[in-house]
């Protein structure tokens, strides 16, 4: 079976083409500038590489285009439409309607245009994506697979903010959680890499652009670090993470700003690239750094800090820890940011090796010393197979 994997964005859209039984990937590819002008990087066979400048108006011009990339022509992976059984969608936002991956009818479409309101960037291009596959697959089945679905499991005193209460009856306010996908594959393959296979207490650092650690007790979420939107908790490339409300209506009133220039000032101008004023990517202030830029070693430390105090957090949520994991570009690459987290936490049982932290792999591996009581896992994440996987269960009618 090939699942054809879409995660449609405002602007973009990443696909891949995966068979989920022999997690056999035949095509990876991402369309940008969408509406501008339009660009198509598509990877196919052994590392092989085609780009494509071609106006993509729309969403749907896009789709097509892919659909005819993998199809036909130079990138050729599949005779026909035909060679595609499925369709997994990668979908933000499933507020407390959808505590699971879902096949797409009219009515889970209906339900997510009604939590358009607590994902207005995402959820209306998600909703795109699966229309426009409906109407240029007819007959397929769809799946949504949601990035908050995972997160569900949390209990109530852990999800409500302490406001009034009928903020939350009213419109949901609570803490939902994301990056779902990638904070169950990793917790899922650290339990197997476990010998304990009862009372796992393991923590999830999933550390990219954006980025978020949740705690996870026996394969279920306990609480997680983002909240009802993706700007809380952690400091991100671009994102704030946790500010104090007081800051935030000062700054405002001392700015003269409107909301959305607050939200667009927290979202896309401030952490890494906020305080480094150099750049959003860790690599670049890492750089920085070294040549003694003092802003980039102040954001280099303030993220590394904000993770440790999660970490501890997380630690004393669980009731302790039996696996500490690193998931996402900086957290599969930064050995340095690995060493800082752990820096101390000896006596909450995590005791890194310094040789294992620096030795390069892109294998799942233990990077603990062999006395220490937690393991120390690195492990690189995998959200398409997730989504392939989902969707080929409830396809094959294995999951309902
Ligand atoms: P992601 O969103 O998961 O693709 O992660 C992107 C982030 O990972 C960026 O901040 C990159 O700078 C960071 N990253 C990737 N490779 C490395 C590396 N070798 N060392 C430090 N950060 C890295």
């Known amino acids: ?81 035909d060679d595609i059984e ?31 309101p607590l994902a207005p960037l995402h959820n209306p291009a998600n909703i795109m994506g699966m229309e426009i596959c409906q109407e240029l697959m007819p007959g397929k089945p769809n799946v949504a697979v949601f990035d908050t679905a995972f997160h569900q499991t949390m209990p109530d005193y852990a999800y409500m903010y302490a406001l009034p209460y009928d903020q939350y009856t009213k419109h949901g306010i609570r803490k939902y959680g994301f990056h779902g996908t990638s904070h169950f594959f990793v917790s899922n393959e650290a339990r197997g890499m476990l010998d304990k296979k009862h009372n796992t207490r393991i923590i999830v ?31 991100m490339g671009t994102r704030a993470g946790d500010v104090g409300a007081g800051a935030i209506s000062f ?92 820096a101390g936490l000896d006596g909450m049982g995590l005791n890194i090796d310094p040789t294992k932290n620096n030795k390069r792999s892109n294998k799942a591996r233990d990077i603990a010393t062999n006395s220490s009581a937690a393991r120390i896992f690195v492990i690189p994440t995998n959200e398409e197979y997730v989504i392939a996987s989902d969707t080929y269960k409830i396809v094959s009618g294995l999951e309902k």
Not at 56 to 62: D, F, G, I, N, V
């Open 251 to 342: 700054m405002m009133s001392q700015e003269g700003m409107t909301i959305n220039e607050t939200l667009d000032l927290m979202n896309k101008k401030s952490g890494i690239l906020g305080i480094s004023g150099k750049s959003s990517d860790l690599r670049e202030v890492l750089d920085g750094m070294q040549e003694g830029d003092d802003r980039c070693r102040l954001a280099v430390d303030m993220v590394a800090y904000n993770i440790k105090k999660y970490v501890g957090s997380y630690v004393a949520a669980l009731d302790g820890v039996d696996a500490l994991c690193f998931t996402g570009g900086i957290g599969e690459n930064s050995a340095l940011i690995r060493e800082i987290v752990c």
């Open 86 to 116: 499925a369709i997994g969608h990668r979908a933000v936002h499933g507020g407390e309607e959808f505590a699971s991956s879902v096949m797409v009818t009219e009515k889970v479409i209906e339900t997510m245009k009604k939590l358009i």
């Open 205 to 235: 650092c999933h550390l990219g652009n954006g980025s978020s650690v949740s705690a996870v007790l026996n394969g279920k979420c306990i609480d997680t670090s983002m909240g009802l939107t993706p700007v809380q908790g952690l400091m």
């Open 1 to 81: 079976m090939n699942v054809f994997i879409l995660n449609a964005g405002s602007s973009s859209l990443k696909y891949q083409l995966m068979n989920p039984v022999t997690k056999n990937v035949l095509a990876v590819g991402i369309c940008e500038r969408i509406g501008i002008d339009g660009v198509l990087k598509h990877e196919f066979g052994d590392g092989q590489e085609l780009k494509i400048d071609v106006s993509m108006p729309t969403h749907k011009e896009a789709i097509e285009l892919v659909l005819r990339t993998l199809t036909d022509g130079e990138g050729k992976v599949i005779d026909s439409i």
